[in-house]
Nanobody, 123 residues
């Protein structure tokens, strides 16, 4: 079971990034996926999640209206499109996979985690 996140980088405030998370090891479409982030000195926090079918999504308040979570089950890949980035969005972003078709905001709902990708936003 592997999750590989990529797409992070350095961007100016107001810019955009698209994160990707490639999954292997289990039938991708059966399981919910999520994005979390952790800034220096802070606890890991929920960003967004998407059901296995992609019909349902949920966002943390800071992500609403700016971030879009999506998935391509044919490619075993999940995405996080991040627009209008702010300095407070700077963190290591982690993708995670649940063993259920739907998972929400809590990290305990997820069983597999990727290594994370750094997002740096300059003001």
């Amino acid at each position: 079971v592997q999750l590989q996140a990529c797409g992070g980088g350095l961007v100016q405030a107001g810019g955009s990034l698209r994160l990707s998370c490639a999954a292997s090891g289990r039938t991708f479409s059966n399981y919910a996926m999520g994005w979390f982030r952790q800034a220096p000195g802070k606890e890991r926090e929920f960003v967004a999640s998407i059901s296995g079918s992609a019909r349902s999504t949920v966002y943390a308040d800071p992500a609403k209206g700016r971030f879009t979570i999506s998935r391509d089950n044919a490619k075993n890949t999940m995405y996080l499109q991040m627009n209008s980035l702010k300095p407070e969005d700077m963190a290591v972003y982690y993708c995670a996979r649940s063993r259920r078709s739907w998972a929400g905001r809590n990290s305990y709902e997820y069983d597999d985690w990727g290594h994370g990708t750094q997002v740096t936003v300059s003001s």
